[in-house]
């Protein structure tokens, strides 16, 4: 199943365990964050909206907040001797989309367990990198 959701003027194909980055929201790391505006819902029953699709909600994790590069916007008049130089770095957000609702389901407050990957042994760890 996936989703197609418009948040910060554009647009976005998701689906269960993606991670994006968008514009920054107004959520703290570790917070579900709801997206109401769903253009589309795929799947087995595709739904297209006109131009929202009612009831269908898309929920994501925030997992941390970053910043892009710098951009440097520079100036410059020959002769003259005037020079401007102005710096500028966009804020954004990393979300996992956790849940793709339909319906006018709500999603859940608090975000689903991530499974734990388990660690290698240390002694079958560094036989396996010995072989290598």
Same mark, same amino acid.
């Given at each position: 199943m996936f989703a197609v959701i418009k948040t910060g003027g554009k647009q976005y #194909? *998701?689906?269960p365990e993606d991670v994006i980055r968008i514009d920054r929201v107004a959520a703290n790391p570790g917070e579900v964050v709801e997206f109401g505006e769903v253009l589309v819902v795929g799947g087995e029953t595709p739904a297209v909206? *006109?131009?929202m699709v009612e009831g269908a909600t898309v929920a994501g994790e925030v997992l941390e907040h970053s910043r892009g590069d710098k951009v440097i916007a520079f100036k410059k008049r020959r002769r003259k001797?005037? #020079?401007r130089k102005r710096g500028y770095r966009h804020e954004f957000s990393v979300i996992r989309i956790t849940e793709i609702l339909t319906g006018g389901a709500k999603p859940s407050k608090e975000p689903p367990p991530r499974p734990k990957r388990e660690a290698k042994p240390k002694a079958e760890a560094a036989a396996s990198a010995d072989q290598a």
């Open positions: #194909r *998701v689906a909206g *006109v131009p001797n005037s #020079r």
